[in-house]
Each structure stands twice: as structure tokens, then as C-alpha cells.
């Protein structure tokens, strides 16, 4: 069955510092990958999506992640955190080869300190 | 264009009681999915439904149902509550069965006592 693993339950980084979050998945082809965040008491809001093609891809707000095959991960990056980032980060695959059903990890909380 | 809307926002239940929970899709959009997002076992996957059909359905018991109108709106239906159906409870949209993005309403907070 399709997982998500994010092993970082929390994280704490200081505002301007550079910032990764984890992600593996167990999927058998190529999976529809996504990052979305959550503020608290929001619902979720995509920052980006892979699907095929540059295993490098953009968001919004300045993240990027990169899709690894060889290490089954799709780790989310950002250079310079600002405190507007503090939330909770959620990765997840396409349980269907497509974006519907959602398998999600736990999450990654990140606070930032100023 | 107005995003996913949930109603109501919150919601106070006691056990044994039956709720129902609305969720206006992404104007235009036609698939609709629910998720629950409890501390314990994450976001986890509810149903979906296109063209008023569920077409995925999660694990979950018979006491969670839904529904979807013909303008795509959909509404879920917990009957029997338990303490453990607390929960907040997300509902996405998209454009269409092969659409590539899910987009997530505000969720409808749902507290059982």
C-alpha cells in the first residue's frame, strides 16, 4: 500500500535560515507527489506538485522540491525562512497514480524563531 | 474565483447523535473529496464523488456517508457519533476525475461529547 513517511515530527530553525523538510514515499510507479501547508485552524494549501518531468520544481512562497527516484523522497526546501512560515507542512501521493485519494504523512511542524 | 466553503465552521455534537457537514466545490469543479484529520491518525481519506457517484471510498465505517448534488455540491453524514469522530473534517475539489490538483476548503471542525 501507498505511505508517506515525513520523519520530523517538529522543527525548529531561525527566521532567514534555510529550511528542509522530509519526505519518502512507497509507491510502485511514478507517483503524483504534493507539499501543502497548513496554518492553524485553516485547511490545507497546495505549495507545489510533481508529477513527470524536471525533477526540480517550484512553488509558491519560494519553496521547491526536488523528486528522487533512487531514494524514493520529494524533500521540500526553502532558502531563507520567514516567520510567516511557522505551520505545519503536510507531504503526500496520489494513492491511484493520480491526485485523487490522498495518502498523507503526519506532518512536519515547523516553528520559527526571530 | 471563491474557493472550497464548509458548513458550518464548528460543531458540537454528543454521542449518538447524527451531523451533517456541506461543502461547496471551486465553481466549476466536479469531483469532491472528504478528509479527516484527527491527531492520532493524521488526514486520512473519506470518499469521493464525481457526477453525484461515490468513485473511491477510504476505510472507514458504514456511519460515514455522503452524498453530491447535481451542481456538485456535497454534504457528509456521520449518524451514531462517537467520541472519536472528533475531528476536523476537510473537503477538497477538482476540476475534473483526471484533474491534477485537489484544493482544500477551511474544514468543518466537529467536536463529539
Known amino acids: 500500500a501507498q505511505s508517506v513517511t515525513q520523519p520530523d515530527i517538529h522543527i525548529t530553525v531561525s527566521e532567514g535560515a534555510s529550511l528542509e523538510l522530509r519526505c519518502n514515499y512507497s509507491y510502485g510507479a511514478t507517483p503524483y507527489l504534493f507539499w501543502y501547508v497548513q496554518s492553524p485552524g485553516q485547511g490545507l494549501q497546495l505549495l507545489l506538485k510533481?508529477?513527470?518531468?524536471?525533477?526540480l520544481v517550484q512553488g509558491i512562497k519560494g519553496f521547491e522540491a526536488e523528486f528522487k527516484r533512487s531514494q524514493s523522497s520529494f524533500n521540500l526546501r526553502k532558502p531563507s525562512v520567514h516567520w510567516s512560515d511557522a505551520a505545519e507542512y503536510f507531504c503526500?501521493?496520489?494513492?491511484?497514480?493520480?491526485?485523487?485519494?490522498?495518502?498523507f504523512g503526519k506532518g512536519t511542524k515547523l516553528t520559527v524563531n526571530p | 474565483k471563491a474557493g472550497v466553503t464548509q458548513t458550518p465552521r464548528y460543531l458540537i455534537k454528543t454521542r449518538g447523535q447524527q451531523v451533517t457537514l456541506s461543502c461547496s466545490p471551486i465553481?466549476?469543479?466536479?469531483?469532491v473529496s472528504w478528509y479527516q484529520q484527527t491527531p492520532g491518525q493524521g488526514l486520512q481519506f473519506l470518499f469521493e464523488y464525481f457526477s453525484e457517484t461515490q468513485r473511491n471510498k477510504g476505510n472507514f465505517p458504514g456511519r460515514f456517508s455522503g452524498r453530491q448534488f447535481s451542481n456538485s455540491r456535497s454534504e457528509m453524514n456521520v449518524s451514531t457519533l462517537e467520541l472519536g469522530d472528533s475531528a476536523l473534517y476537510l473537503c477538497a475539489s477538482r476540476l475534473a476525475r483526471n484533474a491534477d490538483t485537489q484544493y482544500f476548503g477551511p474544514g468543518t471542525r466537529l467536536t463529539v461529547l
Open positions: 510533481y508529477f513527470s518531468g524536471d525533477t
Open positions: 503526500a501521493v496520489g494513492a491511484q497514480g493520480g491526485s485523487e485519494k490522498l495518502v
Open positions: 465553481s466549476g469543479h466536479r469531483s
